[in-house]
């Protein structure tokens, strides 16, 4: 679950503009919980897999499936391929 805090801690750091940070946002949001998680630890709280499984009581290896798993499916999102000037 990526906050509108986060969102202000990339827009400062100037790795995302407001907008796309929505967009982003948003797109997370729609993750199932068991991925939009891994994703906001790992990204937003910078944790490394091992950190993120210990936190999540789960398998490093679960870990890295689940991230697999969610950024596939960002990949496919027409909203983040349009976003990051993707094609598919």
Not at 34 to 44: E, G, P
Not at 57 to 81: C, D, G, Q
Request: net charge neutral; charged share 30%.
């Amino acid at each position: 679950m990526i906050t509108k805090h986060a969102c202000l801690d990339m827009r400062k750091s100037g790795s995302l503009p407001q907008d796309d940070c929505h967009v982003l946002r948003d797109e997370v949001n729609e993750l199932p919980d068991n991925l939009a998680v891994v994703v906001t630890l790992r990204h937003l709280e910078g944790l490394t897999v091992e950190e993120l499984s210990q936190r999540l009581a789960i398998k490093p290896n679960a870990a890295r499936v689940r991230l697999f798993r969610a950024y596939e499916r960002l990949r496919m999102s027409p909203r983040v391929i349009e976003l990051f000037g993707w094609e598919n």
